[in-house]
């Protein structure tokens, strides 16, 4: 399967570059990002089977413009879109298939889930979702933290911290607090090798799906 990889010099672009290198399953096509030699979608010239984006979302409407233009499946794996950018991204779904999850690890879609059942099981409960990453990341709070944010059902009261240090690849800690008890669930990625290989993964499954858009719910059943 042919790939073309955009933001391919940053973090995760280079992760996924090295998932390549040892996955005969997948060929990179293109690497583009502004500071590599292909600095932009236009100049590539050949057809890929599905591009992979982790870059920055100010980029979406020319990331969504090449794979409308050129046919192509599309997992966006950027986050920190505003909502203009997330109604392009729904646009282009009507054409293309486009996947887009704020976290692409199986870990965080069951966390996801286990979230959204507790805040069921704990009406009254405060929730406290406290997300770490590496002093780098340019958003906050993180994708994935909105994500599982969004999982529990009905107006909560909900406080998000955001923690910036060191190398920390990605924790998210969803703690319940109730009269009575406290319950605590946490995923701590132990490097971006996890978010590449799900990056892989939702391409590899994408490319055979009808337009639409898609996220881990329908990879993950
Ligand atoms: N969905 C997930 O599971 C997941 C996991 C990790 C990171 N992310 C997200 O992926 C994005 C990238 O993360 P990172 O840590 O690699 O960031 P990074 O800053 O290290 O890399 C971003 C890269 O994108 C490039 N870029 C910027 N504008 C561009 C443009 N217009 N066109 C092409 N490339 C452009 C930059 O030059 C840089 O090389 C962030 O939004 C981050 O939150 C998502």
Redesign the pocket.
């Known amino acids: 399967m042919k790939l073309i990889i ?10 996924l570059v090295r998932a390549l290198e040892n996955n005969g399953d997948f060929q990179l096509l293109y690497a ?5 030699p292909v ?3 236009s100049q590539c010239r050949q057809k890929a089977d599905c591009v992979i ?7 979406t409407k ?2 969504l413009d090449y794979c409308l233009r050129t046919k192509t499946p599309v997992v ?5 879109h505003t909502q203009a950018e997330h109604a392009l991204l729904c646009r282009a779904a009507g054409q293309i298939p486009v996947f887009h ?5 199986l870990g ?1 879609a069951l966390l996801t889930q286990l979230v959204s059942q507790t805040a069921q099981r704990f009406p009254d409960a405060d929730i406290t979702i406290i997300e770490t ?2 002093s ?4 906050a709070p ?3 933290a909105l994500l599982l944010s969004q999982a529990i059902p009905s107006p909560r009261n909900i406080s998000i911290h955001s923690v910036r240090r060191g190398t920390v ?2 924790i998210h800690r969803v703690i319940f607090t109730t009269e009575s008890q406290t319950v605590t669930l946490q995923h701590e ?1 132990h490097h ?1 090798g ?2 590449a290989q ?2 892989l993964t939702a391409a590899a499954w994408l490319t055979g799906q009808r337009p639409g858009l898609y996220s881990m719910k329908d990879l993950v059943v």
Request: charged fraction near 15%.
């Open positions: 955009h933001g391919a010099a940053g973090r995760m672009g280079r992760a583009v990002d502004p500071v590599l600095r932009a979608l984006d982790f870059s920055h979302h100010s980029a020319a990331l966006v794996c950027t986050t920190g999850s704020s976290n692409v690890s965080i990453h590496h780098q990341k340019r958003d993180s994708g994935t690849a990605g990625a971006r996890l978010y799900g990056a």
